[in-house]
């Protein structure tokens, strides 16, 4: 019987000829997490790729995670499956209006979230990530005005548990957090009354309002798992579904689809395949290139982020 090669397998067989590792983020399609070395949230997934003694790193996110992932490893090469899987809060903070923000305010510290371009983290003060916003501007001396971009819902959540007054948000947003409505969570709390509801700070407030806890993609995860209850209804990416069955499969998920495509997936994050995971190993393309300037810029804002317990 003759056996036949599947594009998993050809993977694997590119992966060990690469020397490579394969990080893949919670909203990844369920066959690439499958076949991935780790899997976790962006920040995690840049860490890990720390700890391994290969040479090339492919990353299955989207590019701004792959960037991180080169400044904390600039001595690997980083590939990713596609590289026109950006994002919608990356798109809508551009590095020019962050400069001239910088320019007229220079009283003002910067605080980016991680899904912004290296370009704008270069310009910042310092980093954060969903896990830990809150942590990062309670860092910054009181009396000092704090600039918060991109996400606008993220920003408000922040600014709500610090009770700081003196913050300026952002105004972007993730087109598939941000278009989570109410009114479809509170239909689907009454359809499973007994479900608890877990959301991404990235949510609109009145989503959070009603949320039972609210934390990173990887909090959310733990959450569930460590939770007594047996069913939930998640107000995040619904790629991580994979990870909750996997560690909890005895539980009840459930996603309420957004306003723009009647579904609760990134399209941005569903552009990589297992074809486009195949090709970037064999070719080692798409490739990270980004310059010992801009890299050293970055690494100062991330390296703070870091140091905050």
């Known amino acids: 019987m003759l056996l036949t090669t599947t594009i998993a397998d050809e993977i694997l067989e590119w992966k060990q000829k690469r020397r490579a590792i394969l990080l893949a983020h919670h909203y990844q399609e369920s066959e690439i997490q499958e076949l991935a070395d780790v899997v976790g949230d962006s920040l995690e997934l840049a860490r890990k790729a720390r700890e391994f003694s290969g040479r090339v790193i492919a990353f299955c996110g989207v590019w701004f995670m792959a960037e991180t992932a080169k400044v904390l490893n600039p001595g690997r090469m980083v ?52 896990r830990n916003a809150v942590q990062v501007v309670n860092s910054i001396p009181a009396e000092q005005p704090v600039l ?25 947003t993730c087109i598939v957090h941000a278009t989570f409505p109410a009114r479809r969570l509170a239909e689907s709390k009454a359809e499973h009354p007994r ?6 700070p990235e949510c609109p407030e009145s989503v959070l309002a009603m949320a039972d806890f609210i934390g990173s993609t990887s909090s959310l995860i733990e959450w569930c798992v460590a939770s007594d209850a047996a069913e ?17 499969p005895q539980k009840q998920f459930y996603y309420v ?12 994050m569903k552009m990589n395949t297992l074809e486009k995971l195949r090709d970037c190993l064999r070719n080692l393309e798409p490739r990270v290139e980004l310059s010992a300037d801009v890299m050293r810029r970055a690494l100062v804002p991330l390296e703070r982020m870091l140091a905050v317990k």
């Not at 400069?99 to 605080?111: D, G, N, Q, S």
């Not at 918060?148 to 007054?165: A, C, H, I, M």
């Open 79 to 130: 590939v990713v499956p596609d590289r026109e899987a950006s994002c919608s809060l990356v798109d809508g903070c551009p590095v020019e209006s962050v400069r001239e923000f910088r320019r007229l305010h220079p009283e003002y510290a910067i605080v980016s979230y991680i899904n912004t371009s290296i370009e704008v983290k270069a310009e910042s003060d310092i980093l954060c990530t969903s």
């Open 195 to 200: 479900a608890k509801v877990v959301a991404h």
């Open 148 to 172: 918060f971009l991109p996400d606008s819902n993220l920003g408000n959540y922040v600014k709500k548990q610090t009770g700081r007054e003196n913050m300026k948000i952002w105004q972007g």
């Open 232 to 248: 939930f209804i998640v107000m995040t990416e619904s790629g991580v579904n994979h990870s909750l069955k996997k560690l909890a």
């Open 257 to 268: 689809a957004n306003e723009n495509c009647n579904c609760s997936e990134c399209p941005y």
